[in-house]
C-alpha cells in the first residue's frame, strides 16, 4: 500500500527537507511518493502573479482562483467547468470541510473506519479552519492520494475549495494552532508527518504509535518517561518503575496521565469519553 502526495506552493523548494531522514527513506522504499509544484508554473502572465487585492477592501493579498483552478484541474484530471448560479450563490457549499452534499468529514468512528481509504483528498491550510488533530492524521493516512494546497499572503479565494467540494472532491481546510503563520507550508509539513509516520512500516517499531498521547478514544498526555541510571545526579527515578511489579507500574503511569493532563490540558479531560475511565482512576 502506497501513498501519492502532491504539493502546491510557491515555495515548493521548501519541501526538499522531505527528502531526508525517515522520509526519504519511505520514499526509497516506495511506501510514499511526493511531488511539490510551484503553482506559478500555472500562470500565463510575464509577472506569474498568483495573488491580488481582495474584494471589499483591506489590507493583503488573495490568491487568485483561476491560476489555482489550472493547477488543481492539472493535478486531479478534471475538465473546467461552469457552476450554475443558484450552486454557486448556496451559503452551504461555502461551509468549512463540509461536503456539498451536507456530509461532513466527523464520522462517529472515523478512527477505525477511514471514510478517505484509498481516495484522493484535497487539503487546504488555513488558519481560519477546524483544528487538525490525531483523529484526522489517522483518518488521511488511509487515503490513497493527498494533494495540498499552501496559501500564502493573507490566504485563497474562497471559491477554490467550495468549487472542488461542488464536484464531489473530497476537500479539507485545517488549522495547526492557534497562532499565525506566514503561510501553508510549515502547516502541511506538520500535517504531512503526522498523517505518513502512521503509513505500516514507515516507523522502525510500529508499537511506539499505539501508547501515544492524543490515540485511540483515550487522548491523554502521555506519563513522563525514564531510563537507566537508577540515580542521576542525585535524582532518582521513582520506585515503583523499579519495582517490576507490571500491575503497579501500569497504575502509576495511568494516574500520572490522568493528574498531569487534568494540570496541563483540562480541555482534554472535559472530551473525554467516560468509558475510557476506569474504576481506579482518581477523581479530579
Ligand atoms: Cl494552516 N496556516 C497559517 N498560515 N497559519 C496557521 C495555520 C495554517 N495554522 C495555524 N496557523
Known amino acids: 500500500k502506497d501513498m501519492k502526495i502532491d504539493i502546491v ?21 516506495g511506501l510514499v511518493e511526493v511531488h511539490a509544484h510551484n503553482l506559478r508554473d500555472w500562470t500565463h502572465d510575464v509577472h506569474h502573479s498568483v495573488d491580488d487585492t481582495p474584494v471589499g477592501g483591506g489590507a493583503g493579498m488573495v490568491m487568485k482562483p483561476e491560476v489555482w483552478a489550472e493547477c488543481l484541474d492539472d493535478l486531479l ?18 461551509n468549512c470541510n463540509d461536503a456539498y452534499d451536507g456530509k461532513t468529514q466527523e464520522s ?23 483544528l487538525f488533530t490525531q483523529r484526522d492524521a489517522t483518518e488521511l493516512s488511509h487515503a490513497g492520494r493527498l494533494v495540498f494546497g499552501c496559501g ?9 475549495p467550495a468549487y472542488y467540494r ?11 494552532g492557534d497562532y499565525v503563520l506566514n503561510g501553508g507550508e510549515v502547516a502541511v509539513s506538520v500535517m504531512l508527518e ?3 509516520r502512521l503509513l505500516p512500516g514507515f516507523m522502525g517499531n510500529p508499537d511506539s504509535i499505539v501508547e501515544e498521547s492524543y490515540t485511540g478514544g483515550n487522548a491523554l498526555l502521555e506519563h513522563r518517561q525514564y531510563t537507566k541510571p537508577a540515580t542521576w545526579r542525585g535524582m532518582a527515578v521513582p520506585d515503583i518503575l523499579l519495582s517490576g511489579d ?21 480541555d482534554l479531560i472535559e472530551r473525554l469519553d467516560c468509558r475510557a475511565f476506569d474504576k481506579a482512576d482518581r477523581k479530579t
Do not use: C, W
Open 9 to 29: 506552493s510557491v515555495f515548493p523548494e521548501y519541501f526538499e527537507v522531505l527528502n531526508l531522514s525517515l522520509f526519504g527513506k519511505a520514499q526509497a522504499k
Open 77 to 94: 484530471g478534471l475538465a473546467p467547468v461552469e457552476v450554475a448560479p443558484m450552486l454557486s450563490e448556496s451559503g452551504d457549499s461555502f
Open 108 to 130: 462517529p468512528d472515523s478512527d477505525t473506519t477511514a471514510e478517505a481509504q484509498g481516495s484522493t483528498v484535497l487539503i487546504f491550510p488555513n488558519p481560519s479552519a477546524p
Open 152 to 160: 500564502r499572503y493573507e490566504g485563497y479565494d474562497a471559491r477554490i
Open 166 to 176: 461542488n464536484l464531489g472532491v473530497d476537500v479539507r481546510e485545517y488549522s495547526i
Open 194 to 196: 503526522a498523517i505518513t
Open 246 to 266: 507490571h500491575g503497579k507500574v501500569d497504575r502509576f503511569r495511568r494516574d500520572e496521565a490522568l493528574s498531569r493532563t487534568d494540570e496541563i490540558r483540562p
